[in-house]
């Protein structure tokens, strides 16, 4: 089955970026979306189909995707984007549905 | 915009089948992934099965031999039945919308989610 690959954690300054990876065999080649889960809540997709935002979403959240790694960006970081992060794609040889393991983001 | 909600027993016995619906309001199931994701205390998600409004169904291989996902579209709702519980299975189950993309489904509607407790 596919696997999808992220740190445990990342920790960044107010005011800097912060980038989130998450790892797959030739990721590149599928679809990835992002959520962000605040404690005690239920995820919030923050962007999909790689780089699209839903509405509502700020434009300091964006994505890429290429190769083997996909990368969450997050633009001048605020103390409220503290949270656990979750790339998500779907493995089209089985059409199942993947998560990764989460990347627990720490504004310091 | 779409609304989900779960609702079900909070505790359920070692052995036994938890079972849990989701209601669906402000739009329409004839279309897209209705699916159920769980997270354990303390750990990631776990997606667990969907329901393609075409009638395709599919499962986590890990918990397919003990769910089963079925489709109300009268009544706006979706269930999860998952049989012979153990403590492992207590978690946060979810029910979501997963919407079609360029590649594959991403979740665009969550419900709350609600805590299910195995537990004698």
């Known amino acids: 089955s596919y696997v999808l690959t992220q740190p445990p954690s990342v920790s960044v300054a107010p005011g800097q970026t912060a980038r989130i990876i998450c790892g797959g065999k030739?990721?590149?080649?599928?679809?990835v979306h992002w959520y962000q889960q605040k404690p005690g809540q239920a995820p919030v997709l923050v962007v999909y189909?790689?780089?699209d935002r839903p509405s509502g979403i700020p434009e300091r959240f964006s994505g890429s995707n290429s190769g083997n790694t996909a990368t969450l960006t997050i633009s001048r970081v605020e103390a409220g984007d503290e949270a656990d992060y979750y790339c998500q794609v779907w493995d089209s040889s089985t059409d199942h549905l993947v998560f990764g393991g989460g990347t627990k983001l720490t504004v310091l | 915009q779409v609304q989900l909600q779960e609702s079900g027993p909070g505790l359920v016995k070692p052995s036994e089948t938890l079972s849990l619906t989701c209601t669906v309001s402000g739009g329409s199931m004839s279309s897209d992934y209705w699916s159920w994701i769980r997270q354990p205390p303390g750990k990631g998600l776990e997606w667990i099965g969907y329901f393609y409004y075409s009638g395709s169904i599919n499962y986590n291989p890990s918990l397919k031999s003990r769910v089963t996902i079925s489709l109300k579209t009268s009544k706006n709702q979706f269930s999860l039945q998952l049989s012979s519980v153990t403590a492992a299975d207590t978690a946060v189950y979810y029910c979501?919308?997963?919407?079609?993309?360029?590649?594959?489904?991403?979740?665009?509607?969550w419900g709350q989610g609600t805590v299910v407790t195995v537990s004698s």
């Open positions: 030739n990721i590149g080649s599928k679809s």
């Open positions: 979501a919308r997963g919407r079609l993309g360029v590649v594959g489904p991403h979740f665009d509607f």
């Open positions: 189909d790689d780089s």
